[in-house]
């Protein structure tokens, strides 16, 4: 029989009762506090020099939201091809920044820092809702010092915003899940097909949430279908929408051409190169002229689109093997990736993929460092949740790193791709330091 270690209890006076609360929410505040002045310490390094927050891809998202009615509102045009290749999510919350304020790139990244800290609160209120009070805390302290979500924040990119509305999604997905809610399923929905048109990589999450969510649910199985009924036609409004528009424009109905663009230029070439031992350059040749091949004249960006989605899938079935080790290359990089070089342009090197002085040496070691603790207590976490019997919690955060990082390896992972799915491991790894405390 264990023994009873817990103290006797004593009176206790009534003003002592009500310091717990108060401690909890000072503990919280200052966990947030922590995390606004890591991501506002990096933006005030990188702010007297503007064109550091932006990345190729930045061009584009901004583009976008200057121009926001001429690309998503006309059916033709370059405008109109990019706003096919990029969602509107993230290009509208830039163009209505720009509206209030002008164009400010250092604004939008002050909201991106606002978005980044509330995403930890929102963590902090998931460990609330899977684990306990402990767990909580410190999974959202493990996401306020987490390197590459502090380093995404002060980028022109929209993985801070999207991460936002995904934890904020997945909130609500656990909460149907505790408390059989048509109407949480319905939110959920609602927020996890709003963040499609921000990425649109969360499209086929669904599928996966409404498989595990059939089994986790306890409850006979036609309350079981009605609520994944309303989840997934919650979800489908606002991606619905989307395909609808695009199909009346281009008469195909497509999300985004950004998925096919990918799976081409990436994935099916990496594939190739692999197996063929050529460069990547000559796999992306080869692969465009036999798209060349395939095209009418008169075709518009959708019906290519397709064109270079079916010649992707052709591609893997030849490479099988190259399928395999570039998915494996991609999900190390997504994985163990410590954000070297995203950290060290915002720093200013000239060449980010290589450390040449001591203080960048000494920041890239503290990145490596936290991420390595982090990644160690994840594990730990998982197993301590499945040692203990949790295997409704452990899958409910491990389905979302597993779809994370199974769409997102490949040849053009980095580790930027990871801070979506950062929230999940710091659960995992909050939940690890807790238990170990607890036993």
Partial sequence: MRPNLSFPQKPVAVPARKRPPLNRSCIVASILALACCLRLGLFLVVAPHPDRFS?????????????????????????FELGMKRTPGYP??????YAIVGAAPSVVV?????FGVATVW??????????????????????????ISIIMTNYLQPEVFFTFVLVAGSLCWWRALRERSLWW????????????????????????????????????????????????????????????????????????????????????AGAMAEEEHISIEEARRRLSET???????????????????SLAFETFAQYPWG?????????????????????????GAPRPTRIETGLHAVLVGMETVVLGLIMFGAVLGGYRLLRSGRYVELVAVLIFIFYFVAISAGLEAHSRFRAPIMPYFALLAGCAVASRRGA
Avoid: C
């Fill in 291 to 309: 798209l060349k091949g395939r095209t009418r004249e008169g075709m518009n960006r959708g019906e290519i689109s397709r064109l270079e989605a």
């Fill in 323 to 347: 399928t395999v080790v570039t998915f494996m290359q991609g999900a190390g990089r997504v994985l163990v990736g410590p954000g070297r070089a995203e950290l060290l342009r915002l720093l």
């Fill in 122 to 147: 929102l963590t902090y209120l998931a460990g609330l809702r899977l684990f306990d009070r402990q767990a909580a805390w410190l999974a959202a302290l493990a996401l306020a010092v987490d390197p």
């Fill in 92 to 97: 509208l919350l830039i163009h209505s920044i």
């Fill in 110 to 114: 002050l909201v991106q820092i606002a």
């Fill in 185 to 268: 399923s319905a939110a959920a929905g609602v927020g996890l097909g709003a963040s499609t048109l921000i990425r649109p990589i969360a499209l086929y999450l669904p599928v996966v949430l409404v498989s595990v969510g059939l089994i986790l649910q306890e409850s006979r199985w036609p309350t079981r279908l009605v609520r994944s009924g309303v989840f997934l036609l919650a979800f489908a409004l606002p991606v619905g929408g989307w395909i609808a528009r695009n199909y009346a424009l281009t008469g195909v109905p497509i999300f985004t051409t950004v998925e096919s663009i990918n799976l081409v230029n990436y994935r099916a």
């Fill in 55 to 79: 990345t190729p891809d930045s061009v584009a998202y901004v583009t976008l939201g200057r121009n926001f009615a001429e690309a998503f509102g006309a059916g033709a045009g370059e405008l």
